[in-house]
DNA sequence: CATTTTTACAAAT
DNA sequence: ATTTGTAAAAATG
């Protein structure tokens, strides 16, 4: 309903949390990777992996931020708004991998 | 504004 | 592989 696009719309100003997701995200080097909990550490919040990524997957600066260069500490790539396929692609593409 | 649900994680079991 | 813990946003009321 409305409510809902209202409330997306409220919320659409950037956080401190979102702001510094994004800040680390975009520093890191090219043909590097970065895991979550990196990330989470970086901002002052090495508990909050799972909130870095949930700030990454609204990411509004999608080719602005290289979403892509950050992975699980397990290695997996976790997901990606254009697909885990396309994720794998571009790190290849840097040599990440 | 308070409460509940969901989530692209991580560590332990 | 499954469970538990933690952190933040979106949705709901």
Redesign the pocket.
Known sequence: ?N??IL??IT?AAL?D??KAVYCATALIPKGETR???QIAAMIG?P?????V???????PFAPAVP?HR?I???GAL????LGSATKKRLLKQEGAL
């Open positions: 309903m409510k809902s409330s997306t919320r956080t949390f979102q895991t979550y909990a919040r508990r909050a992996a799972r909130a990524g949930n700030a990454l997957n609204k990411n979403c950050v699980r500490s397990s976790g997901g990606f708004a």
